[in-house]
């Protein structure tokens, strides 16, 4: 199994940006898929971005295309979510979550095993 710690969330106005981090441990990191999820007050965890295990292939939620990008580096057992651009629709807590198959889809938080605690983003405006 694989352990998920976020890192680097904050304050910060809209138009600015902020980079997470997830840093892993415990299993090899490259056998697992990566996601981030988020979840406002109030509302129900939704998708926001993932990677495949060697990071060719990405997908994003449609309210955020253009603005984040995810990535990973392998070495460092590291993923990232480059954030720009932001909006105060984009406060909420972000959860990096890690996947050995997306047999159950690539979107839906059912396909992924582990999840980390979180790490909180506001954006002002």
């Known amino acids: 199994q694989v352990q998920l710690v976020e890192s680097g969330g904050g304050l910060v106005q809209a138009g600015g940006s902020l980079r997470l981090s997830c840093a892993a441990s415990?299993?090899?990191?490259?056998?697992?898929?990566v996601g981030w999820f988020r979840q406002a007050p109030g509302k129900e965890r939704e998708f926001v971005a993932a990677?495949?295990?060697?990071?060719?292939?990405?997908y994003y939620a449609d309210s955020v295309k253009g603005r984040f990008t995810i990535s990973r580096d392998n070495a460092k057992n590291t993923v990232y979510l480059q954030m720009v651009s932001l909006k105060p629709e984009d406060t909420a807590v972000y959860y990096c979550?890690?996947?050995?198959?997306?047999?159950?889809?690539?979107?839906?938080?059912?396909?992924?095993?582990?999840w980390g605690q979180g790490t909180q983003v506001t954006v002002s405006s």
């Open positions: 415990g299993d090899t990191f490259s056998n697992y898929a």
């Open positions: 979550t890690a996947s050995r198959s997306w047999r159950r889809g690539v979107m839906e938080a059912i396909a992924y095993e582990y």
């Open positions: 990677i495949s295990w060697g990071g060719s292939t990405t």
